[in-house]
């Protein structure tokens, strides 16, 4: 089994849905990233938590919502998607600062 | 802020023919540095990393030294493969130790 399995693979979507996408990992690690891919642009940081209880922005949280229900479970949500969300999407999880990260096989979005 | 700038692609090679994908850093204090690698339909895994000056990561044939004078984490292989074909993500880990920072990526088309 993967160390951090992500559902769906492919999502289509229309404008103005609320969607979910969720995250799942067995390396036992605190800390759990949502992270989203653009062409061009690399991987920007959606949101973050160290623990259960902590949550934080990250760099292009505007749009979307977490929620962390267990230490291996971290859910991604947008409300309400619009077309600029269309993105592959990642989950991570990693051991500590300056440790590597374990990503996920990614989520491929398309809001139309 | 923090960020990393690495040499655009795409980057087209023979095999067996040398790689250097350039990467350099802002950054405040020591980070570690990283190289990922996502092969087609993958998530990102970690290549190699290197966590204060003068480190050299190696992997798989890959090495890249952390040079602080220059601010640069270049990646090298002597001799590449087709299976090395896939996109080269330089990263950082933030001072706060919160997350990784990463460049937009290089895409590497190796044929045979």
């Known amino acids: 089994d993967a160390d951090v399995t992500q559902t769906p693979r492919n999502r289509i979507t229309k404008t103005g849905k609320r969607i979910m996408l969720e995250c799942s990992q067995t390396?036992?690690?605190?800390?759990m990233y949502w992270y989203r891919q653009d062409p061009g642009l690399g991987l920007r940081l959606i949101y973050y938590s160290f623990d259960v209880k902590d949550i934080n922005k990250g760099e292009i949280s505007d749009g979307y919502s977490v929620s962390r229900q267990a230490q291996a479970k971290f859910s991604l949500s947008l409300e309400s998607a619009i077309p600029n969300q269309t993105a592959l999407y990642f989950c991570?999880?990693?051991?500590?600062?300056?440790?590597?990260?374990?990503f996920g096989s990614g989520t491929q979005l398309s809001v139309l | 802020g923090d960020s990393v700038t690495q040499m655009e692609g795409p980057v087209t090679l023979s095999e067996e023919a040398f790689l250097t994908i350039n990467c350099t850093y802002t950054a405040t204090g020591y980070p570690s540095l990283f190289w990922y690698v996502q092969y087609p339909g993958e998530g990102l895994q970690l290549l190699l990393k290197?966590?204060?000056?003068?480190d050299k990561g190696s992997n798989k044939g890959f090495e890249a030294t952390y040079r602080k004078e220059t601010t640069s984490f270049h990646l090298e292989k002597g001799s590449v493969q087709v299976s090395d074909s896939a996109v080269y993500f330089c990263?950082?880990?933030?001072?706060?130790?919160?997350?990784?920072?990463f460049g937009k990526g290089t895409t590497l088309s190796v044929s045979s």
């Open positions: 990263a950082l880990s933030d001072q706060a130790g919160t997350a990784l920072i």
């Open positions: 991570a999880t990693g051991g500590g600062a300056g440790e590597k990260l374990f």
């Open positions: 390396k036992g690690h605190d800390r």
């Open positions: 290197a966590t204060k000056a003068d």
